[in-house]
Every structure is written in structure tokens, then in C-alpha cells.
């Protein structure tokens, strides 16, 4: 929803202060998404989506080729900017991704997963991108299983379960939220140096006395008592430990953003709950009559519906147009042979095979090449429009960064019907030269054969 590709069906969500139900299109141009399955063009080079991606929000072209070039060599992609993306190993792509994402300068990126399946060297490459992003104001959201990078990254983390925010703290604030246990950081030179070694250092803290070593059975069963003695029994009153919030299903008392953190101001057994931020408030939903949760960031902010806004829409209309002809453009070969053997094969069928079968009736001839025509014009929009929308959507996702261009998704589906019929239009004015060449007195015959059988 707070990328505008789902329509949320009530409440209200800001990014970058712009409500993303109201104004979707000015939501777009402050935001970019990384998503965790690639879904660059393989159409185009490297080169290529990035410069389409910027064309796709007004950069002008020179300060986009700079651009292009400059994340290129960042992202260690320089030596394969004219290489098709299909060609790219699973890090190259999310390296790529997270360029593209880059090139219009947006102002919160979204991240969906954006290690998961990488190499641990491709790992640390893009946590080092993630950091220079912060550390130009940019905002990054983002979702991950792994602990070690929500805490390296993150300068708050939210823990959600079936759509509930259950936390929302610093990462060392929900780390102390853990009790019952305790975590011994050590470290050791590689050279062995101090009294023992490494072995020795090893040793002693084998020996301290907080140095526990249980079995996963007695870590569970050991919680499972310290429960039901804070409980007090059966017939006490119950009150949950806090631990479960960090597994996920179960929502807790007191803990960040409840209701009872907001009362006592404390966490039970952790430590002093934050004063919320202004402009920064949680509105959990799950406080008993609450109807939904919304996130204020700060102040709606409309952008105006006049001609600037209509400008910028036509450049994208218009860029996301060039891209198809472009395409089109480097198959033309392929178009071309489709476009000519397409006529070739119904002059077979409908001027022999059906002429021989005899369901050549009195002005068959005369239908024969409008007919071929209009089948060839009618074949070709499918296939520049209906097919390729199917594959985009089911297999490829490739559309979807035309998507999250700053236009109505109305304009994309437009777009798409406008580059069919172009292609359409196109084939029938290839075929009409070809078939009057091809069928040559082919008409005359066929009237000849179809009033010597209907005679």
C-alpha cells in the first residue's frame, strides 16, 4: 500500500508526507522500490534501464547519462553496462536494482529482502550501499528475516505478525526486552596474544559463572516456569512475559506502542519506554475498539493538479512509449519476418487449402486480401498488447517498474492499447504491398474455381 501497487481499502498512509490514496502520482515521485524477486528488462542493457527508469520521471538526458555512469561504476557494474541483464548473476541484478532505484533520487527507498540469496560478499556490498543511503538522508524501509541485518542497518525496527505492528523500538531497545537471558560478547585477537591464548581465554569463560550451557529443552521448559510463576498460578492473575512478542504471534501488555506503555511509560522488565517523536506518532490496532493502524509522518500534502503536474505525467506517458518502440526498434527483424510470413501462411490456407476443399463461395476473392489484411492488423495488436501483458504479469514482472512511474496506472494500460495499435497499423501496411504482390492473379482463379463449383 505505501508503494500505491495495492489500493488500501481503509485508513490513510503518508510517504514523504503525501497521502498515497489521495495523491498516488506525486507519492511515486518521492519513493523507489527494490523489490526481492528482479524485474529489470531484459529487453534493454544495463545501461538502458537505468536511463529509461530516470526518463520515466522527467531527468533530463544529459544529468541522466551522468547519472547512469556514475552509479554504474559505484555499484561495480561499469564493465557491464551494454550487457542484456539476463545475462547477470543474482547479486549483479539486486546491484543493478538498487541503482535504478537511485536514479531519480527519491526520497524514501523501500527494500523488500534485498540479501536474501546473495553471497556473502554481495551481501556486505549492498549493506554498504544501504549505509551510504542513510547517510544521505535518504529513508530506507526495510524488510528482512535476518536479524543481524535489521540491527546492523536500522535505526529502528518494527516487528510485525499477520499485518499487527507488535514492537516498534531501537534494536538494542527490543534486544533488552529478551529476559531471562543474557549475551556474553567476546573478543579474541587472531595472533593469541594475552595470558593463555586463545584457548585460555576460551577457558575462563567456560568457567564464569554466567556462562550457562542449556539445552534448547530446558531453555523452553526453564521460560515455561518463570511464566507461570509471574502469572501466580492458575487462579492468579495472568500477565505475559514479553518474550513471545520477539517469536511473533502473541501480543503483549506494556511493550512499544501499547496501550500500557503509554499509561506507566515502562516496558515490564525492560527498560523506560520512548516519548514518542513529533510528527511520529503509532497508533496500534490492536487497543481494544481501535479500527486500524495508521503511521502520521507528518502534515497531508496534496500536490496541486495543474499544468505541471499534467506535463510531467505526458513525459512519462510518452518515455514509457519510447521505451516499447525502442524494443521494437531491436527486434525489427524479428517483427519484420513475423509481420510477412504471417500473410504468406493465410494466402496459403484461405487462396489453396479452402479454394481445393471447395468453400470457395462467389466473392470469396474479392474478401481475400481485405480479410488477410484485417486477420494480420488483428493478430499483431494481440500480440504487441495481450500476450505481452500475460507474460509481464505472470512470469517476468517487468512491468512493474512502468508501474511505479509518475503517471495513473490508466495511462500505462493506455499506453499499452496505443503501442498495439501502432504495431497493428504497422503489419497492415507491410502486408498490403506484400499481398497484392504475392497473390497476383491468385483472385482471378480463385473466382474462376469458386463459380465453376457454384454454378
Known amino acids: 500500500m505505501l508503494t500505491t501497487r495495492v489500493r488500501a481499502t481503509s485508513g490513510r ?12 502520482v506525486a507519492a511515486k515521485r518521492a519513493l523507489a522500490v527494490v523489490p526481492q524477486r528482479s524485474n529489470l528488462d531484459r ?10 527508469h530516470a526518463a520515466y520521471f522527467g531527468v533530463p538526458e544529459a544529468e541522466r547519462n551522468a547519472r547512469a555512469a556514475r552509479l554504474l561504476d559505484e555499484f561495480g557494474l561499469a564493465d557491464r553496462a551494454d550487457d542484456k541483464v539476463d545475462r547477470f548473476s543474482g547479486g549483479q541484478a539486486q546491484r543493478l536494482m538498487i541503482a535504478r532505484a537511485l536514479m531519480h533520487d527519491p526520497r524514501v527507498l523501500f527494500l523488500d529482502e534485498p540479501t536474501t540469496g546473495l553471497d556473502p560478499q554481495a551481501r556486505l556490498f549492498v549493506w554498504d550501499r544501504i549505509r551510504g543511503q542513510r ?13 543481524d541485518e535489521a540491527t546492523e542497518l536500522a535505526d529502528r525496527v518494527g516487528i510485525m505478525d499477520h499485518g499487527k505492528l507488535l514492537a516498534l523500538d531501537t534494536p538494542d531497545a527490543l534486544t533488552s526486552l529478551v529476559p531471562g537471558e543474557s549475551t556474553l560478547e567476546i573478543g579474541i585477537e587472531p595472533d593469541g596474544a594475552g595470558p593463555g591464548g586463545t584457548d585460555g581465554l576460551l577457558r575462563a569463560a567456560g568457567r564464569a559463572p554466567a556462562w550457562r550451557r542449556r539445552r534448547p529443552g530446558r531453555a523452553r521448559r526453564a521460560r515455561r516456569a518463570r511464566r507461570a510463576r509471574r502469572s501466580g498460578g492458575a487462579g492468579g492473575p495472568r500477565r505475559q512475559a514479553p518474550a513471545p512478542v520477539l517469536r511473533g504471534r502473541r501480543r503483549q501488555p506494556g511493550l512499544a506502542g501499547g496501550p500500557d506503555a503509554r499509561r506507566t511509560g515502562r516496558h515490564p522488565g525492560g527498560p523506560p519506554a520512548r516519548p514518542a517523536e513529533p510528527g511520529r506518532r503509532v497508533h496500534p490496532s490492536h487497543r481494544k475498539g481501535a479500527a486500524r493502524m495508521s503511521t502520521t509522518t507528518a502534515t497531508p500534502r496534496l500536490a496541486p493538479a495543474g499544468a505541471r503536474q499534467r506535463a510531467e505525467v505526458a513525459r512519462a506517458f510518452f518515455a514509457i512509449l519510447g521505451r516499447d518502440l525502442f524494443v521494437t526498434g531491436r527486434e525489427l527483424p524479428t517483427f519484420l519476418a513475423q509481420v510477412i510470413l504471417q500473410p504468406l501462411f493465410m494466402v496459403f490456407v484461405f487462396g489453396k487449402v479452402l479454394t481445393d476443399l471447395g468453400f470457395a463461395r462467389a466473392g470469396f476473392a474479392e474478401l481475400l486480401l481485405p480479410g488477410i489484411i484485417a486477420l494480420t492488423v488483428a493478430v499483431t495488436g494481440l500480440q504487441g498488447t495481450a500476450l505481452p501483458l500475460v507474460i509481464d504479469f505472470s512470469f517476468t514482472k517487468e512491468i512493474e517498474d512502468r508501474l511505479l512511474a509518475p503517471l495513473p496506472v490508466s495511462f500505462v494500460a493506455l499506453e499499452k492499447i496505443l503501442f498495439g495499435t501502432l504495431r497493428a497499423l504497422i503489419a497492415g501496411a507491410i502486408v498490403f504491398p506484400i499481398g497484392r504482390l504475392v497473390l497476383g492473379t491468385l483472385p482471378s482463379r480463385v473466382r474462376s474455381a469458386s463459380c465453376s463449383r457454384w454454378s
Open 135 to 147: 547517510e544521505r538522508n535518504v529513508t530506507v524501509l526495510l524488510t528482512t528475516h535476518d536479524m
Open 13 to 24: 498512509a503518508l510517504v514523504a508526507g503525501i497521502d498515497v490514496s489521495q495523491d498516488p
Open 43 to 52: 529487453s534493454l542493457t544495463a545501461k538502458r534501464n537505468l536511463l529509461f
